[in-house]
């Protein structure tokens, strides 16, 4: 079992920054593919960035460029970096861990607010 905890979120004008840590406990996550991902009300939970155990990496559109996905083995926790926010960003977002062979298992954080408004 891997058991995840976001934290970071908070209340953010636009053009703001934000940094989201979500740290694991259970198992090594460097052995896991990362992910965040982010839900609005009303809307379905969709990708914004994943990251390999290796160095790959990969975006949605909608927040290339702005975003930077990243982890730290030694402190077995993956970041997300959140600059030029706008209002759309505005979701729960939730740190996703699913083990590099093993693809079944899949776990999920509890997610973090982040509100993007003036």
């Known amino acids: 079992q891997v058991q995840l905890v976001e934290s970071g979120g908070g209340l953010v004008q636009p053009g703001g920054s934000l940094r989201l840590s979500c740290a694991a406990s259970g198992s090594s996550l460097s052995i896991h593919i990362m992910g965040w991902y982010r839900q609005a009300p009303g809307k379905e939970r969709e990708l914004v960035a994943t990251?390999?155990?290796?160095?790959?990496?990969n975006y949605a559109e909608s927040v290339k460029g702005r975003f930077t996905i990243s982890r730290d083995n030694a402190k077995n926790t993956v970041y997300l970096q959140m600059n030029s926010l706008k209002p759309e960003d505005t979701a729960v977002y939730y740190c996703?861990?699913?083990?590099?062979?093993?693809?079944?298992?899949?776990?999920w954080g509890q997610g973090t607010q982040v509100t993007v408004s003036s």
């Open positions: 996703n861990a699913r083990h590099w062979l093993l693809s079944s298992n899949d776990y």
């Open positions: 990251i390999s155990t290796g160095t790959s990496t």
